[in-house]
């Protein structure tokens, strides 16, 4: 079956524009998850979500980030004013349920630039 | 504070077995995951440890150690395909925090 997609899979835009990136989980997916990875670095944790229900996002750098999911499908992570620090690949994961031991299965990522 | 340390590189050689060691520190800790990611991709699921003890799938294995609070991914018959990133995750409650992973370059 179909795996997480995004989109769009490259983004580049100018610094103080704002952005938004779509994640399509699995379907039938509970929990969603939000990632940031810089190059040579493991996924840094940003944000969760049960169904609709964002039940942590204690990992969003600052208020000009957020994120919602409001069917419990597909989620968009959105950057307001964005920075050129704000450049990474952003990926989203799923999995089937919402617990801790459950496998997450990750997109291919979106590549932000920030010019 | 959560810190998870592993490896930044190392070189194996085929045919050959290869232990990656993971640290971490956690005040929440519900179980250690390790993630494979080759260049340019994304991470895909190895193995999952809850309980101390050694789980063995295949070529790959994984080890942990609670108290100590240990892990190690072994791979064994190394294979060229193996060259990639071995990303070591803890989780506590809704989180997974990740490693900066150890990269793995296997050579004839």
């Known amino acids: 079956g179909a795996g997480v997609s995004q989109s769009p899979r490259y983004k580049v835009t100018k610094r103080g524009q704002d952005v938004a990136l779509r994640c399509d989980p699995i379907?039938?997916?509970?929990?969603l998850y939000w990632y940031r990875q810089a190059l040579g670095q493991g996924p840094e944790f940003l944000t969760y979500?049960?169904?609709?229900?964002?039940?942590?996002k204690s990992g969003l750098p600052n208020d000009r980030f957020s994120a919602e999911r409001p069917e419990g499908s597909i989620s968009t992570l959105t950057i307001q004013r964005t920075e050129q620090r704000d450049s990474a690949m952003y990926r989203c994961?799923?999995?089937?349920?919402?617990?801790?031991?459950?496998?997450?299965?990750f997109g291919p990522g979106t590549r932000l630039l920030v010019l | 504070g959560q810190n998870i340390d592993q490896p930044t590189e190392m070189t194996a050689t085929e045919g050959a077995i290869v232990q990656i060691n993971c640290t971490y520190q956690?005040?929440?800790?519900?179980?250690l995951f390790w993630y494979q990611q080759h260049a340019g991709e994304a991470p895909t699921f190895l193995s999952y440890?809850?309980?101390?003890g050694l789980e063995e799938k295949g070529r790959f294995s994984s080890f942990l150690s609670r108290s100590k609070g240990y892990s190690y991914l072994l791979l064994k018959e190394l294979q060229m395909k193996d060259s990639a990133s071995y990303l070591c995750?803890?989780?506590?409650?809704?989180?997974?925090?990740f490693g900066a992973g150890t990269r793995l370059f296997v050579k004839a």
């Open positions: 994961a799923s999995s089937l349920l919402g617990g801790p031991e459950e496998t997450q299965y």
């Open positions: 379907s039938g997916h509970v929990s």
């Open positions: 979500f049960n169904y609709e229900a964002q039940q942590d």
């Open positions: 956690t005040s929440g800790f519900n179980g």
């Open positions: 440890n809850v309980l101390d």
């Open positions: 995750a803890h989780t506590g409650g809704f989180k997974t925090i």
